[in-house]
């Protein structure tokens, strides 16, 4: 083997390096094998966004086979950079909780236990005791006469996750019924 | 090369963000919990708990101070730890040298783990007790190796917690406890030569809780443990 001068100097300076590293204690490889495999490599990407507060920050979502194996922030996101608070870190665990609920529960006046109902159920019944309650309760005038055409008995609790039109939209509806007590789930 | 984490506690919001992540990551599952009165929760670090917010109130001044802490492995430079483990098993902790992370492999099984612990001068290791492994963070040196930042601090909404190489966090560390300091005189960095998790604390750090100190058994300071690395030199030399 041919080794010229600057090779040879530079052979010795390694192997001065790895006397003095395997001095400090260090390992070489194990830590190779140590750190082998990154659960996310190969894993399909898919953005999502945080259904918590109204940062409404995007969430990267790893997943496996169809199933998510990670969740983390978004780093092109420009409100969250990336990060994630709290309740946003946790989507990984919330979204393979037992305790999810996938389907609309119901539970009957007077009943003990909630049942699973499908959408047109629940729907059709929500629509019923709106009109009912709106009807029922509806105020003209206040006690001074004056034209109020509101009703005090319905109260709405909005989503952070609405855009503004969703939120006009939402807003007109119950504007319109008379509906004066608005509120948001972003001050809860 | 060399990393290191700078931790800027007067940036922390304690949202705990950094403590969740760390789990979810690591696919450690929940802990059994109860109301203790205090938002630090579980109350101490645990073999599924690598990373813990802790909390402390304090009246300074006339002025309440609620402090925020972070903490996590410090990956000492020269760790103590692996220094106890290598008597059993040289492979059971391992020390990366292109990160500096301090790794506890699955062989941590065969050391004893009230010495390793006691020999941590931040009293971080803890016992799995159903695998008999030790335990404790790892800097996510799979995600590092990949060129991704550590769960807890790509986490951080705030900037409290920072990774990079050494160098930039060292610099980083002095350039803001210059700034903190114009508000908070007593603003340290606690033990920045010797451990690659830099803190910087804006109270003195008897505030925080017991591990904020440095508590070294005499066998284990700086001193002796240097004059323990140069003794082969020596001989090698002599």
């Known amino acids: 083997m041919r080794v010229s001068r600057r090779g040879f100097m530079k052979l010795t300076g390694a192997s001065a390096a790895c006397i003095s590293l395997a001095q400090l204690g260090f390992n070489l490889s194990p830590v190779q094998a140590y750190a082998a495999d990154l659960k996310i490599a190969g894993a ?64 009957a006046p007077g009943a003990l236990d909630w049942e699973e109902k499908d959408w047109d159920f629940v729907l059709d019944r929500i629509a019923r005791r709106v009109k009912d309650t709106r009807d029922k309760d509806f105020i003209r005038q206040n006690a001074k006469g004056q034209t109020v055409n509101r009703v005090e008995t319905i109260f709405q609790l909005g989503t952070s996750q609405m855009d503004n039109e969703e939120c006009a939209l939402s807003h007109q509806m119950l504007r319109s019924l008379g509906v004066v007590y608005l509120d948001h789930q972003a001050r809860v | 090369m060399a990393k290191a984490f700078f931790v800027d506690t007067s940036r922390c919001t304690a949202c705990r963000g950094c403590q969740i992540a760390c789990k979810e990551w690591k696919g450690h599952g929940v802990v059994p919990t109860k109301q203790r009165g205090t938002h630090q929760n579980p109350p101490d670090l645990t073999s599924t708990n690598y990373k813990l917010v802790r909390f402390s109130e304090h009246k300074i001044d006339g002025q309440i101070q609620w402090l925020f802490f972070p903490e996590q492995c410090r990956h000492c430079v020269y760790p103590p730890c692996k220094m106890v483990g290598d008597n059993y098993d040289d492979t059971a902790i391992l020390h ?34 159903a695998t008999g492994q030790i335990t ?42 210059a700034i903190v300091k114009q508000k908070h005189p007593n603003a340290q960095l606690l033990d920045a030569d010797d451990l690659r998790v830099i ?17 070294e058994l005499p066998s284990f300071t700086r001193k002796s443990l240097l004059a323990k690395l140069a003794s082969p030199v020596q001989h090698l030399a002599g």
């Open chain 2, 199 to 215: 803190y910087l604390v804006t109270q003195d750090r008897t505030r925080y809780f017991e591990f904020a100190q440095r508590q």
């Open chain 2, 96 to 129: 990366d040298e292109v990160t500096g992370a301090v790794l506890f492999t699955e062989k941590t099984k065969g050391l004893p783990f009230q010495e390793i612990r006691e020999a941590c001068p931040y009293n971080i290791p803890r016992l799995d007790n």
């Open chain 1, 44 to 107: 399909r990407e898919v953005i999502s966004i945080c259904p918590f507060c109204s940062c409404g920050c995007n969430l990267i979502m790893h997943t496996k086979q169809g199933k998510l194996i990670n969740v983390e922030g978004d780093p092109d996101y420009p409100i969250s950079e990336g990060s994630l608070c709290a309740k946003g870190a946790a989507m990984l665990s919330m979204h393979n909780s037992d305790h999810r609920v996938y389907k609309p529960l119901y539970r």
């Open chain 2, 136 to 177: 404790k963070c790892d800097m996510c040196i799979d995600r590092v190796q990949a060129g991704m930042l550590p769960a807890c601090v790509k986490v951080c909404p705030t900037g409290a917690m920072n990774f990079g190489e050494l160098e930039e966090m060292q610099a980083l560390a002095q350039q803001r406890l």
